[in-house]
């Protein structure tokens, strides 16, 4: 039975070989929500902005971009996305090199898919940790910035994303119910009237759930968690 937790992960392969990202994506790539694969560093950025994978599996020596280099680019953005390398070389200074860059993870070719996919479950812990738990089946990661119902997304206007960061921003706080004033601040560039604020918050539990997001009297509102 597969792994409920990978299956709500998004992957992205770097590998140039592919025979080798073929083999990975046919063993093991059904056991993730989302498993993309490029073939070299430089379309691997491209994908990462694109599609922001929970985990990154990339290999060291590829044209365009290595692995390292586009590691570190990725770092720049996301301190904290496990990136595993994967290589053929076993030499003091790449592992050296691989740890500035924050990997989490090295594997020397050849090795056992089933190795990696058992590491990776053991990820758990430290990628729960970029999502917090709503009401009713609702799941908000932190490091994309977007909502998910039963492992399916959720797609929000910016606003609405906004709306929905400042709230849970302010939750990790302990700040439990934000005030309409600064919603207001936060959200337009321009004096809004609390009407408008009251039909865009209808607005979005009608696109979300009306459990979602509470209002509390005279105070503001509070996101929900499970």
């Not at 990154?56 to 044209?63: A, C, F, H, R, Y």
């Not at 009608?206 to 929900?224: A, W």
Request: charged share 35%.
């Amino acid at each position: 039975m597969k792994n409920k937790f990978l299956k709500t992960l998004r992957v992205l392969l770097v590998e140039d070989e592919e025979k080798l990202s073929s083999l990975l994506k046919n063993a093991i790539g059904d056991s993730f929500y989302k498993f993309s694969v490029a073939a070299n560093g430089q379309e691997g950025l491209e994908l990462f902005e694109k599609l922001r994978p929970d985990i990154i599996i990339t290999d060291i020596m590829m044209p365009k971009k290595t692995g390292l280099e586009m590691a570190k680019e990725i770092r720049a953005v996301d301190t904290h996305i496990p990136i595993i390398i994967l290589s053929a070389f076993s030499e003091t200074q790449k592992f050296l090199d691989a740890i500035d860059v924050g990997v989490v993870k090295y594997f020397i070719k050849p090795f056992d898919p089933d190795e990696l996919l058992e590491y990776m479950e053991s990820l758990e812990s430290v990628l729960s940790e970029r999502s917090l738990q709503l009401c009713e089946e609702f799941v908000y990661n932190r490091a994309k910035k977007s909502l998910y119902k039963k492992q399916r997304y959720v797609a929000l206007t910016k606003k609405e994303k906004d709306f929905l960061s400042l709230l849970i921003e302010k939750y990790d706080e302990e700040i439990f119910v934000v005030s309409d004033a600064l919603i207001k601040e936060r959200l337009w560039n321009e004096i809004v009237s609390d009407e408008r604020l009251r039909t865009f918050v209808r607005r979005f539990r009608e696109k979300t759930s009306k459990e979602l997001v509470k209002n509390v009297k005279g105070e503001g509102y509070q996101i929900m968690t499970a």
